[in-house]
């Protein structure tokens, strides 16, 4: 290849455009296809009570997340710049707000995440090495307080080895990531297709669909919902209790759908590497988007094809991917999906590896996060950024929650703790992005958009309003999570002033 053919493949700030539309739509659907599929179902099946519920859950999962991603998709043309999200919030607001999220993508968002899919791969791959476990310790928990400790076991080293080798493979250039991620990509969304084909023509009891079916919105053991702290102010529902708990459950319930479909922004994070990033980075949100929801919400008549409401309600550690093969295959079917999720974990975390370090190479440009984070290697990557990352999530795996059950002392994980309190957090940070296109529209009326929002307004305030009611449900029923998720955004506020004062006194 020419010189001149490499050079124009360079984006302005030094990356390869060496993502094409297929590509760029792998990196969305894999970034979002993990292990939540195969066990949040349980849950929001406990919240919603009924086959309707479960179904009608991820169908308004969906929809958001479509029209959250056809939003993103004018912000991506406008800006296709190496951050995304960061920088629509920067431009939309303040450099304050971009920081803000960048601080809490690396605190937490991304960082957790990917500890969390590398814990999962562990796990599953422990079902084929039973030497990989939670309790096998190379280093046993060491109690920093009643509530805290450290540990090092099999599981969390196989996490930790996982974050490695994906960190440095990334670091050799972005052919090698992009490999990766086509190829686990297409690999997991095989298996999930299986998965579905199985459930829906060949498992299940006789008349196992037809009892959901006639059962569709009939309620069976539904959880109760606490409002925690304020409890003196609001009741505690159940989805039988009128409109109110209808509402309550159903926002409760997309705490896990939501999770699960998350990280489809994370292409824009890599518009700096997309070729045409002006029309292939909204056509890869709404394309990717599209076929991973279609999936969710096709795996979820297969489990109803194959398991009761009851049967997904009470899944063993809330497996329910596990106990629908399990019927189909026997004891063979924990083994075939601890497979499919061993597959699908680590392409979801190839994307979050490759994705993530453009965030704070973005963030050095501005001068907010350190100065090396903001170079490319000889691979034109952001090597450096891949590395502080890496090293952030390894410390994230090892520190573990520590909680009494039944007089046992059991060890859970600090960063899906942390999870919890960001669900909050990242849904605010799409009502205020998705905001800023209206802002930028009267700020910027004669910027160049090579894509403007479809259904604009109409489309993205149905987002703003659906997101900003699920968040204030969140607010008043789920507080212990929610206030946390607030207050680690909040952290970043003195940290910017700090990094900004630091930065002019070097200037």
């Not at 920088?87 to 993508?105: A, I, K, M, Q």
């Not at 096998?136 to 196989?158: D, G, K, M």
């Amino acid at each position: 290849m020419s010189a001149e053919a490499i050079k124009l493949e360079k984006s302005d700030e030094g990356f390869v455009r060496g993502l094409g539309l297929v590509d760029s739509t792998m990196i969305v659907a894999g970034s979002m296809i993990g292990s939540g599929i195969f066990i949040v179902s349980a849950d929001i099946a406990r919240q919603t009570g009924s086959p309707g519920g479960l179904l009608l859950t991820w169908v308004i999962t969906g929809l958001l997340t479509i029209f959250a991603a056809l939003s993103y998709g004018e912000l991506a043309a406008m800006m296709p710049k190496a951050g995304g999200q960061y920088v629509y919030l920067r431009e939309s607001y303040s450099p304050l707000w971009g920081f803000l999220y960048g601080w809490t993508l690396f605190l937490v968002i991304q960082t957790g995440t990917i500890a969390a899919v590398a814990v999962a791969f562990a796990r599953f791959l422990g079902v084929l090495v039973p030497w990989i476990s939670a309790e096998n310790y190379v280093i046993s928990p060491i109690n920093l307080s009643s509530n805290y400790a450290i540990s090092l076991s099999t599981q969390q080293l196989i996490a930790i080895l996982m974050i490695v080798l994906l960190t440095a493979l990334n670091t050799q250039g972005l052919a090698l990531g992009k490999w990766i991620q086509n190829l686990f990509t297409s690999a997991k969304t095989l298996a999930l297709v299986a998965l579905i084909l199985l459930g829906i023509f060949v498992g299940g009891a006789a008349g196992t669909f037809a009892y959901n079916w006639e059962n569709l919105f009939v309620a069976h053991n539904p959880a109760t919902i606490k409002p925690d702290y304020f409890a003196d102010f609001l009741p505690e529902v159940t989805v039988n209790s009128g409109l109110w708990g209808f509402i309550v459950a159903y926002c409760v319930a997309q705490v896990g759908s939501l999770f699960s479909a998350d990280a489809w922004n994370n292409i824009t994070f890599t518009a700096g590497e997309v070729k045409n990033p002006e029309r292939n980075i909204p056509l890869s949100l709404a394309l990717g988007t599209g076929l991973v929801i279609t999936l969710y919400v096709l795996a979820n008549f297969a489990y109803l094809n194959t398991l009761t409401i009851q049967q997904i309600q009470t899944a063993p550690d809330d497996r329910v991917g596990t106990a629908a093969l399990q019927v189909i295959f026997g004891d063979w079917g924990a083994t075939l999906m601890a497979i499919a999720i061993i597959i699908s974990t680590f392409g979801c975390n190839n994307g979050l590896v490759l994705a993530g370090a453009r965030v704070y190479y973005a963030m050095a440009k501005d001068n907010l996060f350190f100065s090396a984070t903001g170079r490319l290697n000889k691979n034109h990557v952001p090597a450096v950024a891949l590395v502080l990352q890496g090293i952030w999530t390894c410390v994230l795996v090892l520190p573990r929650t520590v909680y009494n059950e039944g007089g046992v002392v059991k060890y859970g994980n600090l960063y899906s703790t942390l999870l919890d309190y960001v669900v909050f957090a990242v849904l605010i940070f799409y009502i205020l992005t998705i905001i800023g296109l209206f802002i930028l529209r009267r700020k910027r009326p004669d910027a160049d958009r090579p894509y403007k929002a479809f259904g604009y307004p109409v489309v993205p305030m149905i987002y703003i309003l659906a997101a900003g009611l699920i968040s204030l449900v969140l607010l008043f029923y789920k507080p212990k999570t929610s206030l946390p998720g607030l207050l680690i955004v909040l952290t970043g506020v003195p940290i910017y002033f700090i990094w900004k004062r630091i930065n002019q006194k070097q200037s």
